[in-house]
T-cell receptor, first 112, second 117 residues
Framework: EDQVTQSPEALRLQEGESSSLNCSYTVSGLRGLFWYRQDPGKGPEFLFTLYSAGEEKEKERLKATLTKKESFLHITAPKPEDSATYLCAVQAEIQGAQKLVFGQGTRLTINP | ETGVTQTPRHLVMGMTNKKSLKCEQHLGHNAMYWYKQSAKKPLELMFVYNFKEQTENNSVPSRFSPECPNSSHLFLHLHTLQPEDSALYLC????????????????FGEGSRLTVL
């Protein structure tokens, strides 16, 4: 059973075309939700932590938001250098233990 | 050097070889992790060390053997691997696991791309 699902799997945008990536989760007792960026051939790079519904975090053209069931990563007026795979992960109690569970990622391509 | 450094970046090995992956972190962190990343699959946690003690082995086959001599170094010893073990192996570190709760703020290395022939 999928606990963290990211959509879409891949997204192509033109430079300047704003959009949103989705991360939905089915775990209960969420302790935190994390967004990472991964460039090809490199390890993931930490972006944001969100702890409670209604919380928002911003960094340059990225804004992450959190509700009780999902998180959105909004990308405003993206540039080609924003092209990467974006991963979300949730930290929650699963089967009696604290776990960090990753989604499969959204591959974002920004065309100039 | 800063951050998390992994060597080698690329490794090709036969099924009968023995090799090791190395990870070193320069962040003063107390926890270190091995993850496996395969195409189109979520990151899979393999092992966790907190203050040099192994706190998690996520049902990993014994052909993968971790070693953590201190809080800054982590190894993954490989032997008798299978072609399906080909993947990107990522090392990460964090501030640590306190009262059973691990931080989700991980700092990753650039990974070791493993190909098993």
């Amino acid at each position: 059973e999928d606990q963290v699902t990211q959509s879409p799997e891949a997204l192509r945008l033109q430079e300047g075309e704003s959009s949103s990536l989705n991360c939905s989760y089915t775990v209960s007792g969420l302790r935190g939700l994390f967004w990472y960026r991964q460039d090809p051939g490199k390890g993931p790079e930490f972006l944001f932590t969100l702890y409670s519904a209604g919380e928002e975090k911003e960094k340059e053209r990225l804004k992450a938001t959190l509700t009780k069931k999902e998180s959105f990563l909004h990308i405003t007026a993206p540039k080609p250098e924003d092209s990467a795979t974006y991963l979300c992960a949730v930290q929650a109690e699963i089967q009696g233990a604290q776990k960090l569970v990753f989604g499969q990622g959204t591959r974002l391509t920004i065309n100039p | 050097e800063t951050g998390v450094t992994q060597t080698p970046r690329h490794l090709v090995m036969g099924m009968t070889n023995k090799k090791s992956l190395k990870c070193e972190q320069h962040l003063g962190h107390n926890a270190m992790y091995w993850y496996k990343q395969s195409a189109k699959k979520p990151l899979e946690l393999m092992f966790v060390y907190n203050f040099k003690e192994q706190t998690e082995n996520n049902s990993v086959p014994s052909r993968f053997s971790p070693e953590c001599p201190n809080s800054s170094h982590l190894f993954l010893h490989l032997h008798t691997l299978q072609p399906e073990d080909s993947a990107l192996y990522l090392c990460a570190s964090s501030q640590g696991i306190i009262a059973g709760v691990e931080t989700g703020e991980l700092f990753f290395g650039e990974g070791s791309r493993l190909t098993v022939l």
